[in-house]
C-alpha cells in the first residue's frame, strides 16, 4: 500500500485518498460563448504524463483538497500543498 501526505493530517494510506484530477486544467471563462473545441479540451483531453505530474486529490477522512506531485513512473508522492480549507 502507497502512503500519501495530506496537508493537514499527515501520512495516511492511499486508500484514504480521492482522487480529483490533473492540477491546472482550468475550466474556460465565458459559458455558452466558450467554443466546444475548447469545452470538449477541458472535458477530455489529459496530459498524462510518463513521470512527473501534478493532481488534485482529496483526504476523504478530513476533506482537504490539495496538489500532490507524483511521479508516474516511480510512483514516488512528495507531501501535498492545500488548497483551501483547514490552511
Ligand atoms: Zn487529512
Known amino acids: 500500500m502507497q502512503i500519501f501526505s495530506c496537508p493537514f493530517c499527515g501520512p495516511r494510506p492511499e486508500t484514504e485518498f480521492h482522487f480529483g484530477g490533473e492540477a491546472g486544467n482550468d475550466r474556460p471563462h465565458g459559458g455558452a460563448s466558450v467554443p466546444a473545441q475548447d469545452w470538449a479540451a477541458y472535458l477530455h483531453l489529459r496530459h498524462n504524463p ?6 488534485i486529490w482529496m483526504h476523504t477522512t478530513c476533506l482537504e483538497v490539495f496538489v ?9 508522492a512528495e507531501p501535498g500543498q492545500a488548497l483551501g480549507g483547514h490552511a
Open 50 to 55: 510518463k513521470g512527473a505530474a501534478r493532481e
Open 68 to 76: 500532490m506531485e507524483r511521479d508516474t513512473l516511480s510512483m514516488r
